[in-house]
């Protein structure tokens, strides 16, 4: 494996913006691969097997391009589709769903851990699944809070509506009820300021996305894949730069719209791809 390689990350859209940012703020050296698949999203309301189908599309998508592993970004994809997607290609393929559960029994200060996430992901109960591998004392409350991603895309996250929807779904979590908290969905971290208020200070939030890059980085290190430029080129890296590249199945103006809401700077390229429904992967 060529380790200077990119890294290639996936989402259902944009979301994954928030794990781009956790990786390159890590890994300053290496570069990075994007696809959000804009014409699908969303993947949180969407059955197992479209979501397998889409994720291992994605992935061959990526892989076909020349990267060195997959970051699965998508909390979604991750719970749904892993199996699938290390099936379908020959990179090291890492979800978020097990880093972000290790996080949280890791920081919990009395193994109760809540998670939030889209439907599917609560419904797949993954998160439960991957915590209780780890600590099978540990006590998990999931909760779904779909409207989180809408609020998110629009930059209503520090609004009073954003306030009142979170009032809502997390009526039932609180320093109380839980030790630590899971933002699992690519969106929440965006929402991080509404939901610390309104769980209050006693609840740790643990952002997945984060988890995800410190595990990435250490990965790296041990397989001996870290990139081997560190040149000053590659230590003047900026979010979005010229030396990543994005790719988006649809709506690439909508994309670089939301990017610079979610990361202050939109993509320096990126291009629109059909990645379906064609032996031969076209660009347009
Ligand atoms: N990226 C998805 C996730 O993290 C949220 C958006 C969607 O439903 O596709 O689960």
Request: hydrophobic fraction near 45%.
């Amino acid at each position: 494996m060529d380790r200077n390689l990119p890294i290639g990350i996936f989402d259902s859209g944009v979301g994954g913006l928030t794990v781009y940012k956790a990786l390159h703020e890590r890994l300053p050296n290496e570069r990075f691969v994007y696809l959000g698949d804009t014409a699908r999203v969303p993947y949180g309301t969407k059955s197992l097997a479209t979501v397998e189908r889409y994720a291992v599309e994605n992935s061959k998508f990526l892989e076909a391009l020349g990267i060195k592993m997959l970051v699965v970004a998508c909390n979604t994809a991750s719970a749904l589709a892993l199996p699938a997607i290390r099936r379908a290609v020959n990179v090291e393929v890492v979800g978020v769903i097990e880093p972000g559960a290790r996080a949280a029994v890791r920081e919990t200060p009395n193994k109760r851990i809540g998670v939030i996430a889209t439907e599917a992901t609560v419904q797949s109960h993954a998160y439960r699944q991957a915590i209780s591998a780890i600590d099978r004392s540990a006590e998990v409350i999931e909760q779904a809070c779909p409207l989180f991603v809408s609020l998110a895309e629009e930059g209503w996250s520090d609004t009073p509506v954003a306030r009142d929807v979170a009032v809502q779904y997390l009526s039932n979590l609180n320093a109380e009820t839980l030790g630590a908290l899971v933002l699992g969905c690519t969106h929440y971290p965006i929402l991080r300021k509404v939901i610390a208020d309104v769980v209050g200070e006693g609840v740790v939030l643990i952002d997945s996305g984060q988890a995800t890059a410190a595990e990435v980085k250490t990965f790296l290190k041990q397989s001996d894949l870290a990139h081997s430029d560190t040149s000053a080129l590659y230590q003047e890296r900026h979010l979005c730069d010229d030396l990543d590249h994005f790719y988006v199945t649809d709506a690439a103006s909508r994309f670089a719209k939301v990017a610079e809401r979610f990361l202050g700077v939109a993509p320096t390229i990126l291009e629109a791809v059909e990645i379906w429904g064609n032996d031969e992967l076209r660009s347009h």
